[in-house]
């Protein structure tokens, strides 16, 4: 199995701050990285597929980046909204495996 | 607007068997995989498994002796039977939408696959 590994695994920050996520995959999985956001007692919703491309609706404030092995969120300024846990997940083999999720919280 | 409904048992006991129905409304159904994940309380994502149109199967080998997923598309519907539960299967169930593609940029052809539509989640709880 791949493994993927997230850094910060939690991260205080403030409104309009510019906030950045690291993804670590175990192996080369080329640009096959997606990212997501979960608030609480709520499904996963898709921000960005292959590393880099914005799923439509999504705010152009969120951009991906990365291939090969890092990857990172990045969040150009916060908004009330976006405070939430944040997950990776390589789809370039099965078992399609996650992150271990990056809390986002208000400072 | 696609929309997946979920449904199924939310209280087991220790050695039933998990069954976990999810349909697809508006949209197409053969076009796509169709996934399983689940999350136990307070803890991440795990990937179970999925299935397209044709019955196909991929499954999380940590999963796979204990996990069915199969498809009913006369009426546009997947399902998930994981047998012999224990308290460790105890979470949040989902099922999704997977869709897989590529794009051509710069000379080269760059593929994906991605969950984009997901059900709301059903808790099921695994308790004597």
């Known amino acids: 199995d791949i493994q993927m590994t997230q850094s910060p695994s939690s991260l205080s920050a403030s409104v309009g701050d510019r906030v950045t996520i690291t993804c670590r995959a175990s192996q080369s999985i080329s640009s096959y990285l997606n990212w997501y956001q979960q608030k609480p007692g709520k499904a996963p919703k898709l921000l960005i597929y292959?590393?880099?491309s914005l799923q439509s609706g999504v705010p152009s404030r969120f951009s991906g980046s990365g291939s090969g092995t890092d990857f990172t969120l990045t969040i150009s300024s916060l908004e009330p909204e976006d405070f939430a846990t944040y997950y990776c997940q390589q789809s370039y083999s099965t078992p399609r495996t996650f992150g271990q999720g990056t809390k986002l919280e208000i400072k | 607007q696609v929309q997946l409904q979920q449904w199924g048992a939310g209280l087991l006991k220790p050695s039933e068997t998990l069954s976990l129905t999810c349909a697809v409304y508006g949209g197409s159904f053969s076009s796509y995989y169709w996934s399983w994940i689940r999350q136990p309380p307070g803890k991440g994502l795990e990937w179970i498994g999925e299935v397209n149109h044709s019955g196909s199967t991929n499954y999380n080998p940590s999963l796979k002796s204990r996990v069915t997923i199969s498809v009913d598309t006369s009426k546009n519907q997947f399902s998930l039977k994981l047998s012999s539960v224990t308290a460790a299967d105890t979470a949040v169930y989902y099922c999704a939408r997977g869709y897989s593609g590529s794009y051509y940029e710069r000379g080269s052809y760059y593929y994906y696959y991605y969950m984009d539509v997901w059900g709301k989640g059903t808790t099921v709880t695994v308790s004597s």
């Open positions: 292959a590393a880099s």
